[in-house]
Each structure stands twice: as structure tokens, then as C-alpha cells.
């Protein structure tokens, strides 16, 4: 058996054991995409990359056996950070059709992850099925689209109802500001119905200060 200490946890688990396996039995969970028990190998996303002491780079846990007397940190600035470039990178080459996929309604992992770390992709306008003569803000209602992340479990506008901004505000919300500009709607009307969801978040001050310009 071999001894290895996770996140200050000690287990004892046998020799080739995966830290991945370990932290698993110690209760500890480590985020994975790629990784499927007993059919892929994993190491391909890196998205469960931990820190081993003594060794400089971060190492892919779902491959990467233990040894006696390994001490291993899952969570750590470094190991977040690296985990939000693992979830842009995919972003970027990902087709965002959140409304219309198969794992919508709370089963996708990458948007489970995505939310953790606060990845953000694009605003929810840039996916509404709504004609020009139905968008609610060409009609004159407070639709918070512009400016609210993609990638939410709502119906909201694929059922006819207004994004209200359950998922937060993206923080990059310039062409957003300029829409709601364009449409005549109020900085203290688009704040109010924001803060529901996002009121105290540093997000929300970032976008307080984006509508204030």
C-alpha cells in the first residue's frame, strides 16, 4: 500500500492508484471533462490538474499515480487559474447552442464548470430565437439579454418571457450598455432589475460602473 496526503487528508491506497481514485475515496472532489472511469485514459483537458509537492508543474490527476508520501493540494490561485484557461480555451472553440442542446436543464458539465470558475461566453441575445418584431426591447420591455451570460437553465426567451439575468452579467458589457442606449431604457431601470440576481457581486459593480460611462 502506498501512503499519499490530499488537501491534509492521509490515505493509504495501492500501489498505480490514480490521485484522481484517491482523492475520490477520501471524499474529495476534483473537477474532470474528459475523464470517463474505465474507458477514457483522460490527460487530454487538464481540467483536474492538482499540485504535487516537490514537483513544478501541475500534473493531471486522473493519470498521474501516487507514491509513498505524496502530498498533493487540489485547490489552490494557481491551480483555479489554470482550470479557468482549461474552460476558455474550450470556450473558444465551442459552439454555444445552450438552448438547443440535449444536456440543457441542469446536465452539462462544462456549464456546471463554466459557472464555478465564472467563465463567460457570450450574451444570451446572441442565441434568442426571437424575431425582430418580438424582441422585447423592440417593443419596448426591459429584456436583460444584452448583457447576461449565455448558458443558463431558463426558458425565458425560448418560451416568450424576458431574460431577467439569472446567469449574471458578462463582464465585458459594452456593446450591451450601447443597446440599451439605443432602445432608450434608463441606467437606474436596467441596475434595478439587475441586482435581483447579481446585486453585491463584484460583477455587478463592474457592470454598474460599465452603465455609469
Same mark, same amino acid.
Given at each position: 500500500?502506498?501512503?499519499?496526503?490530499?488537501d491534509?487528508?492521509?490515505?493509504?491506497?495501492?500501489?498505480?492508484?490514480t490521485?484522481l481514485?484517491?482523492?475520490?475515496?477520501?471524499?474529495?472532489s476534483?473537477p474532470?471533462?474528459?475523464?470517463?472511469?474505465?474507458?477514457s485514459?483522460?490527460?487530454?483537458c487538464r481540467?483536474?490538474?492538482?499540485e504535487?509537492?516537490?514537483?513544478?508543474?501541475l500534473v493531471?490527476?486522473?493519470?498521474?499515480?501516487?507514491?509513498?508520501?505524496m502530498?498533493?493540494k487540489?485547490?489552490?490561485?494557481?491551480?483555479?487559474a489554470?482550470? !479557468?484557461?482549461? =474552460?476558455? $480555451?474550450i470556450l473558444a472553440?465551442?459552439?454555444?447552442?445552450?438552448q438547443? %442542446?440535449?444536456?440543457? &436543464?441542469?446536465?452539462?458539465?462544462f456549464l456546471?464548470l463554466s459557472?464555478e470558475?465564472w467563465?463567460?461566453?457570450?450574451?444570451?441575445?446572441?442565441?434568442?430565437?426571437l424575431s425582430?418584431e418580438a424582441?422585447?426591447l423592440? !417593443?419596448?420591455? =426591459?429584456c $436583460?439579454?444584452?448583457i447576461?451570460?449565455?448558458?443558463c437553465?431558463g426558458? %425565458?426567451?425560448?418560451? &416568450?418571457y424576458s431574460c431577467?439575468?439569472?446567469r449574471?452579467p458578462?463582464?465585458?458589457?459594452?456593446?450591451?450598455v450601447?443597446?440599451?442606449?439605443?432602445?432608450?431604457?434608463?441606467?437606474?431601470?436596467?441596475?434595478?432589475?439587475?441586482?435581483?440576481?447579481?446585486g453585491?457581486s463584484?460583477?455587478?459593480?463592474e457592470?454598474?460602473?460599465s452603465?455609469?460611462k
Open positions: 500500500m502506498t501512503k499519499v496526503t490530499i491534509g487528508k492521509q490515505i493509504d491506497v495501492p500501489e498505480a492508484t490521485i481514485d484517491a482523492a475520490e475515496k477520501l471524499g474529495i476534483i474532470t471533462l474528459c475523464y470517463l472511469k474505465g474507458i485514459p483522460g490527460s487530454v481540467m483536474c490538474s492538482v504535487v509537492e516537490k514537483v513544478a508543474r493531471p490527476s486522473c493519470s498521474y499515480p501516487v507514491s509513498e508520501g502530498i498533493v487540489t485547490e489552490s490561485q494557481r491551480i483555479r489554470a482550470r !479557468r484557461m482549461v =474552460l476558455e $480555451l472553440n465551442h459552439a454555444q447552442k445552450c438547443s %442542446c440535449n444536456l440543457k &436543464g441542469g446536465q452539462c458539465e456546471k459557472k470558475y467563465v463567460e461566453g457570450l450574451p444570451v441575445c446572441n442565441e434568442c430565437k425582430p424582441c422585447y423592440n !417593443r419596448g420591455i =426591459l $436583460l439579454g444584452p447576461t451570460q449565455l448558458g437553465e426558458i %425565458c426567451t425560448t418560451h &416568450g431577467q439575468g439569472c449574471g458578462i463582464r465585458h458589457a459594452e456593446d450591451g450601447k443597446a440599451f442606449e439605443r432602445y432608450g431604457f434608463k441606467v437606474e431601470d436596467v441596475l434595478w432589475a439587475a441586482r435581483k440576481y447579481s453585491g463584484r460583477h455587478f459593480d457592470l454598474s460602473r452603465l455609469a
